[in-house]
C-alpha cells in the first residue's frame, strides 16, 4: 500500500512572502483588509494539511501493527496447539523449545514492519500475548511433569508385582514391597492423598503383592502355597477379593500341579513329597546307591528325608569351595576333603524331613540288606547322613531292581495325597489318575523305544550293517554299527537273552534251504499280503531259514511298519473308514489336507498298535469302526484360549496339540531320560493324544457319544 509522504510544517508556504514594506492602507481599506484575510487563511491551510498527513499516517501504523499482530497470534496458536497435543515426558522436554519458537516467531513479524512507529505499535500487544501463551505453555508443562511423574510411579508398582521371579525369596520380595509402598508415598504426594487414602492405597497394593507371590509359588510348590495362602490370609496381608482368587487357583494347581509332581516322583521311583530340584541333586549318581535310598523311602514313608543340597555327585571345583569353607555346614559338622566319594559320584548326602539322622541311616542299612547291594562304612556321628558304595564295589555286578508294580505306585502316592489334602477327596482322584497315566505313558514310550531297538538288533543278526557279515558273539554284534550297540544297550536283560540263541545259530553257519523251510517261507511271504498283522507279529530272525530269506522277511517287516501310512494294518483300517473319511475330506492325502491326514494315520495307527498291546489280538472291524469315529469326534480344544479364559472351540481330538502345561509334563516324563531321549513336539503331541484316548474311551474302542 502507498505510504503517504511525511510533511514538515516549517516547510509549508501557502503564498510567495511579501517583502515590500507597503502600508496596507497603501491598497486602500477594502483591499488591505483582504490581503490581511488572506495571509490568515493560508497559515490555516498549511497546518490541516499537515495534520490530516500526521493522521493518515498513524492510520497506516496502526493497521499495519494490527495485521502483523493477528498473525503473530494465528501462527503462535498453531505452535501452541501442536505443543498441546504432546504429552507427559514429551511435553516437559519440549517447553523450553516452545518458548524459543513462539519468541523467535513474535521476533520474525516484528522486523519486517516498515518503520519504528510501526514496530512500537505492534511490540506492546504482541509481547502480552505472548507472556499469555507461555504461561498456559508452563501450565500445561507442569501439569504434564506431575501426570508423568504419577504415571511412572504407577508404573514401578506394576512392575513391583509382576517381577517376582522367585516366590521363595524372601529378601527380594521385601524390597518389592518396600520399593511399592516407596511409590505410593510419591503419587499420594502428587495427587494430594489423605492419609488414610495412603494407607488404603499401601494395602491394596500389599494383597495384590502377595497373591502375585503365592500364585507363582503354586505352579511348582502347590501344598507350601497353600500352607502360605492361609497364614497371609490369618495375618490381614491378603484382602478378601484377592484371597478368593488366589485360592481357586492355588486348589487347582493342588489338582494338577500337585497331582503332577505326587505322580512324577513315585514313578521315578522316589517318594511322593520330593520335589524335581531334589531329584536334580541325584543325577550322576550311581543307580545301585540310589536303588537303596528309594527303596528305604518307600519302606518307611514315616520318616520322609531328601537329599541335601550338593549331596549328589560334585565336580572337583564344587568339593574345592566346600574344602574351603572348613568344618562347617548347616546342621552338620564334617571335615572336608579335597578328595570325596561324590567325585565319583558313589556318595549321597541325606537329610531328614521328618524323623532323625538315626532313623534315616537304620532305613538305609535295612534297605541295603533287603536289596544286595552294600554300603560302605560309616564316617560315625560327625556325618550321619553321608552314604556311599564301598569304593571297590564293581557297580555292574549290582542286582536288578524288580520294578515297582503299578498299584504300588498309586497307593503310594494316595496316601500322600490323603495326608497333605485329607478333605479334598478329587485331589486324591487327580492323583490316582494322573500317576496311572504316566505309568501307561512311561511303559508305552520304553515299549516303542524297545520295538526300534529289536528291529535294529534283527537286520544286524542277518547281516544288514557292517560290511554284511553275520555276528557270532554280542562283541562282534556291538561293532556292526554304533547304532546297534546303542539298541542293545537299550534292552534289558531278558531281552537280549533271546539273541544270544541266535548268536550262536550265527555260529554254527549258514542254515540251508530245505523243502519244509521253502514251504515255510513262502507261507509267510503270503503271510505278508494275505494277513499283514499276522506277518508283523512274526520273529523272523528266529525261523529255520537261511540268512538271505529271514534278511528279506525282516527288511519286508520293517518296510511295513516303516510309517504309519505303509503300515498294512492302516492301509486296511483306512479303506474301511472311508465311509467317516469322506465327509471329514480326509479319504486321500492331498495338498490341502496332507497335515491333517498325516495326522489322523498317524493316530489311527498308535490306535490299533494300543488296542493290540491291550487285547492280545488285532482289533476287528468294528473296533476299527468305532477307534475312527473316536478320533474324528469333536472334543473341547483346551489349547485355544483368550482374555476371557477357554474360548467354546471344539476341533477333531486327533488334532488337538497338547497344552504348554501337559507340553511341560510330558516332555519331563522320566521314561524319555532313562531312554536318553530328548523328544520332539510331534512326539509330546501323540503321547497327548493316546492320553486323551484312553482317558475318554479306556483300554477298548468304545461307541461315542453323538455331540449335542
Request: charged letters at 25%; zero cysteines; glycine letters at 8%.
Amino acid at each position: 500500500m502507498p505510504l503517504v509522504p511525511t510533511i514538515d510544517r516549517s516547510q509549508v508556504i501557502a503564498t510567495p512572502s511579501l517583502h515590500e514594506n507597503t502600508p496596507v492602507e497603501a491598497f486602500g481599506g477594502a483591499t488591505a483588509q483582504a490581503l490581511e484575510h488572506l495571509g490568515s487563511v493560508a497559515s490555516h491551510v498549511g497546518d490541516e494539511i499537515y495534520a490530516r498527513a500526521r493522521a493518515m499516517q498513524d492510520l497506516q501504523n496502526d493497521q499495519e501493527a494490527s495485521q502483523a499482530d493477528a498473525d503473530y497470534m494465528m501462527q503462535s496458536a498453531k505452535l501452541h496447539a501442536d505443543y498441546g497435543a504432546l504429552a507427559g515426558e514429551a511435553k516437559v522436554k519440549a517447553f523450553p523449545d516452545y518458548i524459543a519458537n513462539v519468541q523467535k516467531l513474535r521476533e520474525d513479524i516484528g522486523s519486517g514492519l516498515s518503520n519504528p512507529m510501526a514496530k512500537k505499535l505492534y511490540d506492546r500487544p504482541s509481547r502480552s500475548f505472548m507472556a499469555r501463551e507461555i504461561f498456559n505453555g508452563a501450565g500445561q508443562a507442569a501439569s504434564a511433569q506431575k501426570t508423568a511423574s504419577f504415571n511412572t510411579a504407577t508404573a514401578r508398582v506394576d512392575a513391583f508385582k509382576s517381577t517376582i521371579t522367585n516366590p521363595q525369596d524372601d529378601v527380594g520380595f521385601e524390597s518389592r514391597v518396600q520399593g511399592t509402598f516407596g511409590e505410593l508415598e510419591k503419587q499420594a504426594e502428587i495427587g494430594g492423598w489423605s492419609q488414610d487414602e495412603l494407607n488404603n492405597r499401601k494395602g491394596q497394593a500389599l494383597s495384590k503383592l502377595w497373591a502375585s507371590r503365592i500364585e507363582l509359588m503354586s505352579r511348582t510348590s502347590p501344598f507350601q502355597a497353600q500352607k502360605v495362602l492361609e497364614e497371609a490370609q490369618a495375618s490381614g496381608k491378603l484382602r478378601e477379593d484377592d484371597f478368593k482368587v488366589v485360592d481357586a487357583r492355588v486348589r487347582s494347581a493342588m489338582h494338577t500341579t500337585g497331582a503332577r509332581n505326587i505322580s512324577e516322583a513315585v514313578n521315578s521311583g522316589w517318594a511322593p513329597y520330593m520335589k524335581q530340584p531334589e531329584i536334580d541333586r541325584a543325577t550322576g549318581v550311581e543307580p545301585a546307591l540310589l536303588n537303596i535310598v528309594k527303596e528305604a523311602q518307600r519302606a518307611h514313608p514315616e520318616l520322609q528325608f531328601t537329599i541335601g543340597g550338593q549331596g549328589g555327585r560334585r565336580s572337583q571345583e564344587e568339593q574345592d569351595r566346600l574344602y574351603a569353607q572348613g568344618r562347617t555346614t548347616p546342621g552338620r559338622v564334617v571335615t572336608w576333603t579335597r578328595d570325596s566319594d561324590h567325585l565319583r559320584g558313589i556318595a549321597i548326602d541325606l537329610e531328614p524331613r521328618v524323623g532323625t539322622p538315626e532313623a534315616v541311616r537304620s532305613a538305609m542299612e535295612e534297605a541295603s540288606a533287603k536289596l544286595g547291594i552294600p554300603l560302605g562304612p560309616s564316617l560315625g556321628a560327625k556325618d550321619l547322613g553321608h552314604f556311599a558304595l564301598p569304593k571297590d564295589y564293581n557297580v555292574a555286578t549290582a542286582p536288578k531292581v524288580p520294578e515297582e508294580p503299578l498299584a504300588s505306585r498309586v497307593e503310594r502316592a494316595s496316601a500322600w495325597a490323603r495326608s497333605v489334602s485329607p478333605d479334598d477327596t478329587t485331589f486324591d482322584d487327580y492323583v490316582r489318575q494322573r500317576t496311572t497315566t504316566e505309568f501307561s505313558q512311561g511303559k508305552q514310550i520304553k515299549h516303542d523305544a524297545e520295538f526300534r531297538a529289536q528291529n535294529t538288533i534283527d537286520g544286524a543278526i542277518v547281516g544288514n550293517f557292517g560290511k554284511g557279515q553275520l555276528p557270532t558273539t554280542i562283541e562282534e554284534l556291538k561293532a556292526s554299527s554304533p547304532e546297534v550297540a546303542a539298541a542293545w544297550d537299550s534292552l534289558d536283560e531278558s531281552k537280549q537273552r533271546k539273541y544270544l540263541s541266535y548268536l550262536a545259530k550265527n555260529a554254527k553257519g549258514e542254515t540251508g534251504w530245505t523243502s519244509e523251510g521253502l514251504r515255510r517261507y513262502q507261507q509267510l511271504k503270503g503271510m505278508a499280503h494275505g494277513d499283514p498283522n499276522e506277518f508283523l507279529a512274526v520273529d523272523a530272525v528266529g525261523e529255520n531259514l537261511p540268512n538271505s530269506a529271514k534278511r528279506e522277511l525282516i527288511n519286508l517287516q520293517q518296510r511295513l511298519k516303516a510309517n504309519a501310512e505303509g503300515d498294512p494294518r492302516v492301509r486296511q483300517a483306512m479303506q474301511l473308514l472311508l465311509p467317516l473319511l469322506g465327509p471329514a475330506d480326509l479319504a486321500r492325502r492331498t495338498d490341502g489336507n496332507k497335515d491333517q491326514y498325516d495326522q489322523f494315520v498317524g493316530a489311527l495307527q498308535d490306535q490299533i498298535q494300543d488296542f493290540t498291546q491291550q487285547n492280545k489280538k488285532a482289533p476287528k472291524n468294528d473296533d476299527i469302526q468305532k477307534m475312527g469315529a473316536q478320533l474324528l469326534q469333536e472334543q473341547a480344544d483346551t489349547s485355544k484360549w483368550s482374555v476371557f479364559g477357554l474360548l467354546n472351540r471344539k476341533s477333531p481330538m486327533y488334532t488337538i496339540p497338547a497344552p504348554d502345561v501337559d507340553v511341560t509334563r510330558i516332555k519331563n516324563l522320566p521314561a524319555w531320560a532313562e531312554l536318553g531321549v530328548t523328544p520332539t513336539r510331534q512326539m509330546i503331541d501323540r503321547v497327548y493324544a493316546r492320553e486323551q484316548f484312553q482317558k475318554l474311551y479306556g483300554g477298548a474302542a468304545k461307541k461315542p457319544e453323538v455331540p449335542h
